[in-house]
């Protein structure tokens, strides 16, 4: 039984290493946090629902294998996700930049807020006019 | 009265906006990713020509004439699917077909063209994908049009379809034949 619960709970562990498929040479623990953090930022391209760092597709591989690279040449990670932008667009980046194109994308959702807000403000407002005019603790047939 | 239907008219709006959502997505793939180098020189490469090795060719030997890059391997499926109409049409393009066997192997990528025959002017290889990368390539098949100037001006990305050739590659180079004879 102890040695199902240890194999269990090895099994559970791995997926949260499995992003350490490649075994890069790192050189410190703070370079594979910086390249941890990176190639979580990026999309990639053939599984576009999974990072970079979580993919196994095998041009995320490469990519992964190039964003270490251009580390060790002493790119900042600035010029890396540029690197991968120029050839990939913006698609890459799960942190889109904001621009002309992108712009529904960042305000969209607080457009949909301000709406809503707008909605529940008028309700809300036409309920106290209702209740306002009614005597108090009578049900109206706006209820719902 | 109206105020009644108002839950039927939201749900009408929010059913609305997932239809429009839905039907957007069949007819324009999210899955594409738009190529930030069309009007964009290519990438520059040099790479060896497929089963002679020592041979390389490079942007400046294919400069002075448009040019179609197809990036094929021989364990891409949707590459077979393509093959015929490269096959049959794409000598009516009248310009050269590079075949850019994209991380595979020589002996299948020569066995493959054995097989369904082989419709380009010269194949180069890039074994390890490298220069696949500064092309922006995700996948197989994907083709460039490639102009006179070395300026990329179209990408498709998947299979070159009968009307993607008809509507899209055609008219490009008459076009681009028209402004530089």
């Known amino acids: ?144 | 009265m109206i105020k009644r239907f108002l839950p039927l008219i939201g749900f009408a709006l929010v059913a609305s906006l997932l239809a429009f959502g839905i039907s957007y997505m069949r007819n324009n793939s999210m899955n594409e990713v738009p190529s930030p180098l069309i009007g964009k020189p290519a990438p520059s490469f040099r790479l060896p020509v497929l089963n002679q090795p020592e041979r390389f060719v490079s942007n400046a030997d294919l400069a002075g004439k448009p040019y179609l890059l197809n990036v094929f391997a021989s364990w891409c499926f949707a590459c077979r699917e393509e093959h015929p109409l490269l096959m049959a049409e794409g000598r009516s393009l009248g310009i050269p077909v590079v075949g850019f066997n994209y991380k595979d192997e020589t002996a299948d990528a020569t066995r493959w063209l054995q097989q369904f025959g082989d419709p380009y002017s010269v194949v180069i290889v890039d074994r390890d994908g490298a220069i696949a990368i500064d092309f922006g390539v995700y996948g197989a098949p994907e083709s460039f049009l490639v102009d006179g100037k070395g300026i990329i001006r179209y990408k498709q990305i998947g299979p070159i379809t009968p009307d993607v050739l008809a509507f899209e590659l055609k008219p490009l180079l008459a076009s681009l034949k028209g402004a530089a004879p």
């Open chain 1, 1 to 144: 039984m102890r040695a199902f619960s240890l194999a269990l709970c090895l099994a559970l562990l791995s997926p949260a290493m499995a992003w350490a498929i490649d075994a890069l040479p790192f050189k410190d623990r703070a370079e594979e946090l910086r390249f941890q953090h990176l190639t979580r930022q990026l999309r990639c391209l053939v599984c576009q629902n999974e990072s970079l760092a979580d993919s196994s597709a095998d041009l995320a591989k490469d990519l992964r294998r190039e964003v270490f690279d251009q580390m060790q040449q002493g790119k900042d990670d600035d010029a890396i996700r540029q690197y991968l932008t120029d050839r990939y667009s913006d698609f890459v980046l799960y942190d889109p930049p904001l621009r002309g194109a992108t712009v529904l994308l960042w305000f969209g959702p607080l457009l949909v807020l301000l709406i809503g807000a707008a909605a529940v403000t008028r309700i809300v407002r036409k309920r106290a006019a209702i209740q306002h005019n009614t005597a108090p603790g009578k049900g109206t047939e706006e209820d719902w």
